[in-house]
């Protein structure tokens, strides 16, 4: 098993445009999650999905998309980056008590 | 969410047992303690977790204090790849997969 992939790992953008982090997991995993984590601080949740067609916003939903059309992938939109979405970004996956975390996405916003 | 108090940092010495605190004094009878922790540059990783006993694996021992108000997480002999950030986390009840992560406690191994 691959486990949780996340692509890109790196990525600079511009203020105003927009992208899409993705993320995918095969190990049929129900609930997937996004988090952030800026420097020197813990992860905070962004959205979550608790199987395809059921999202929901966490600690900090604004200015982020996402949507769930299968199980397997879990997209993360960026509708209109600004500087303070700066940040490296997880995604994660479970189904049970143990959460599979991917390696990150460490994202610039200039 | 209840919440968790840790400490800021700690160093230990490779090869010798590490004791991780954690206090929550507002748990509630159904949080489960989860420990995850995060190696530098990597996404956090599950560690153990536990409701009333101890708990053991591979990787680690949970000691859950009778009042559950605290915990200690043991890494039995630390080694230079255990140096990580070490969170503590409450999740409300089983089917509630959220986690609520605060800021750790960053473990310096010291060779």
Not at chain 1, 28 to 36: A, D, K, P
Not at chain 2, 88 to 108: A, D, S, V, W, Y
Request: with cysteine; glycine share 8%; hydrophobic share 30%.
């Amino acid at each position: 098993n691959a486990g949780v992939t996340q692509t890109p790992k790196f990525q600079v953008l511009k203020t105003g445009q927009s992208m899409t982090l993705q993320c995918a997991q095969d190990m049929n995993h129900e609930y997937m999650s996004w988090y952030r984590q800026d420097p020197g601080m813990g992860l905070r949740l962004i959205h979550y999905s608790v199987g395809a067609g059921i999202t929901d916003q966490g600690e900090v939903p604004n200015g982020y998309n996402v949507s769930r059309s299968t199980t397997e992938d879990f997209p993360l939109r960026l509708l209109s980056a600004a500087p303070s979405q700066t940040s490296v970004y997880f995604c994660a996956s479970s189904q049970g008590f143990e959460q599979f975390f991917g390696p990150g996405t460490r994202l610039t916003v200039l | 969410d209840a919440k968790t108090t840790q400490p800021n940092s700690m160093e230990s010495n490779e090869e010798e047992p590490v004791h991780l605190p954690c206090n929550h004094s507002t748990i509630s009878g159904t949080d489960y303690i989860h420990w995850y922790r995060q190696l530098p540059s990597q996404g956090p990783e599950y560690v153990i977790h536990g409701l009333t006993s101890n708990v053991n694996n591979r990787m680690a021992s949970l000691a859950i204090a009778e009042d559950r108000k605290s915990s200690t997480l043991i890494l039995h002999r630390a080694t230079l790849r255990d140096a990580a950030v070490y969170y503590c986390i409450l999740r409300p009840n089983f089917g509630n997969e959220k986690l609520t992560f605060g800021t750790g406690t960053r473990l310096t191994i010291i060779p």
